[in-house]
């Protein structure tokens, strides 16, 4: 079957880094994503990864590893408005996205 | 200002009404979705449309349909809401087919509470 695994919850406190991992198992693979969604608002797109290594963009970088079927988001200099879900997804060969349940991240001061 | 509008943003309704979510985008994109989120679980992928006069299901397609009339409009009909279909929906468009360019733009969500 088709499954993505991510932490419920994690803290990190304002300034520091957080490393949310993501493992997936899909049929065929297209394509990691990351999404952040605020609550009660509609997910952004983070970012995208098909290759194996890390993109980064600004504070935020993401890693993919397909042989192990991993991937992470690193969030660096962390601040308040970071206080979000983080959502994984994987595109299977139908370029359909298999979401996880999302990882809600809180920051303290 | 370019986007999703989805309507109503909440609604109540009792079981066994007809009731239809209404979703608009303007940026002309090909493929659109209607997806359910439950608390603790992944968003949920229910209809979806690669283009106008198309509509495919999704992996929770039962007791919901859909129609693509125009590349513009999307809505999602629950044609006799039971209380299991207590959900936040999200109305979502992409560029190319079947999300294969990888970005969604999201609506703002339909809070749904049968009852």
């Known amino acids: 079957g088709q499954n993505i695994d991510q932490p419920t919850e994690m803290t990190a406190t304002e300034g520091a880094i957080v490393q949310i991992n993501c493992t997936y198992q899909?049929?065929?693979?297209?394509?990691l994503f990351w999404y952040q969604q605020h609550a009660g608002e509609a997910p952004t797109f983070l970012s995208y990864n098909v290759l194996d290594g890390l993109e980064e963009k600004g504070r935020f970088s993401s890693f993919l590893s397909r042989s192990k079927g991993y991937s992470y988001l690193l969030l660096k200099e962390l601040q308040m408005k970071d206080s979000a879900s983080y959502l994984c997804?994987?595109?299977?060969?139908?370029?359909?996205?298999?979401w996880g349940a999302g990882t809600k991240l809180i920051i303290k001061p | 200002i370019a986007g999703i509008t989805q309507a109503p943003t909440s609604q109540i309704l009792a079981a066994g009404r007809r009731m239809t979510l209404r979703c608009t985008q303007d940026m002309r994109h090909n493929a659109m979705y209607w997806y359910r989120q439950d608390l603790g679980l992944g968003l949920r992928l229910i209809h979806y449309?690669?283009?106008?006069?198309?509509?495919g299901k999704g992996e929770v397609p039962d007791g919901y349909s859909v129609s693509r009339a125009n590349t513009d409009d999307f809505p999602l009909t629950l044609a006799s809401a039971v209380p299991s279909q207590t959900s936040v929906y999200f109305c979502a468009s992409s560029p190319g087919l079947a999300g294969a360019t990888g970005e969604l733009f999201f609506g703002e969500g339909s809070r749904l509470t049968v009852l």
């Open positions: 997804a994987g595109m299977d060969s139908n370029y359909q996205l298999i």
């Open positions: 899909t049929s065929g693979f297209n394509g």
């Open positions: 449309s690669n283009t106008a006069g198309t509509t």
